[in-house]
């Protein structure tokens, strides 16, 4: 579904993305796991069109989309849950969610619908809905963008580090809801830290170190893995 | 960012009512005189304040793009003897064309560039705007003349001018206007969500680019409108418009920014401000030294006040 080739990326000068390739095929859940400064929110960035490639090639469904813009990549049906969050602080949560699928022609008609399906898988947005994004707890405003990306309706989802700052109860209940949203069949690339969680969701996973791929390999491969257990799993 | 009135508004409402009645019995004249000036401002503060909010660019070429819409108003009118009320729909698609024309030019290539280079590029094209329109059309003041710009009509007792509250109808349709579109249409939400987080709109399929372009070219078609107004009834030089720009940023800094409402109060509080100076014997010619004294002051203990938070 999703093809990158011979990735390059850097800002300015400094390039943090050396040659790297992934594919993520249909009904996939791919992990990009790998420590802070790795590269995996330029990765996702460079995805989306946040940040240009230096060269290289994205594919989507075998259409290129290295060239396109955010908002033209959000419309072609993959959508972004970024690091940092970027809701609209001083927007309600409904208007949020709202906005996740107003400008997505095929998911405005839908809207209503989806927006059941996002207040089941976190109710507490419901609860919320009249509340201003900026004023609810970083767990909640995590929630919310979640939830906002997937009223669009998304070919596929990209979680940057969905589980950073959150308290460990929390951090629990997001891979649950996670794994919720993969059993209605959604495509998922999911970069994390903590590897541990991550292996609970995803069916294939990429090491990601300095900027490039060091390992490739399914949840058996990477959780045997010597370097993996010593690194990322603490054993 | 646009937030909605706060209580602070509630109590700067109150206090401007309040000074208003005063100054209604003491000086009725300054009273209506100062509403009607202080529409006129904050319709041209307006379009400022919105690209400001927007864009994030502050725009120093803004009072040129007045004087731009009064040229051009004159035009009309002189060659072709144009009223300048039938002149209010083209000067404002021209000047539409104007914005949408110098964004693509110039501020688009600017607005990652950071705010020095933003302010040096609109400050360029103010002084071009500025010696363009003295090698076509001198120095030499220009006007234009018409019967009903200079209407009065008496009312208890009260003898006053009647065509600058129209300024007044315009501020409130402008205002009106503004709202209905960020509230109720689909790319006034999108506007809306760029103001608060462009990269978050474009992760939501929002075309960001092509949001600045539309509220550029909006914003300086306002500046078109009330340009035609203002016409008939001040004299057109190529500096005309060039003292609205920092008027348009001290509202917009005295409302706080994205704070539309707080705009048209602001500027009803400052033409009542001048007013009532210039109404004081030896006073006039002192209302910009106290306003932008009392400006400074105001900014000032909000930030300290924010930075204490
Ligand atoms: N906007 C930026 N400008 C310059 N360098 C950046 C920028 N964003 C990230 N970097 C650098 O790129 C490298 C990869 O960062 P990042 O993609 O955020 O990694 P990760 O998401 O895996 O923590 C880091 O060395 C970081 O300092
Ligand atoms: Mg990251």
Redesign the pocket.
Known sequence: MLEVKNLDVA?GR?Q?IWNLSLNIGNNEVVGVF?P????????INAIVGVVKAKSGEITFDGVPIHNQETHTIARGGIVVVP?NRELFPAMTVKENLRLGAAYIPHARAKMDETIEYVYSLFPILKEREKQLAGTMSGGQQRMLVIGRALMSRPKMLILDEPSLGLQPSLVTEMFQILNRIKQDDMVILL?EQNVRQGLKVIDRGYVMENGRIAMEGSIEELSEDEHIRRAYLGV | MLAAASKKQYLFIALLVIAAIVIGFWEPHALIYGIQRGSLYAVIALPLALILGILGVLNLAHGEFLTVGMYATFVLFSRFGVDPMLSTVPVTLLLAVVGVAVYLLTIKHVLKAGHLSQLLITFGISLVISELIKSIYTTQPRGVFTTYSYSSTTLAGIRFGTYEFLYLLIAVAVLVGLQLFLKKTRLGQATFAVGQNPRGASIVGINVSFVYLFVFGLSIAIVGLASVFMVPRVSIFPGAGTPYTMKSFALTAMAGLGNLNGILLAGIALGIFEAVVNAIPGGSGWSDVVFFGVLILVIMTRAIREGRR
């Open positions: 800002y400094i943090v790998g802070n400064g790795a590269g995996k929110s330029t990765l690091q970069a």
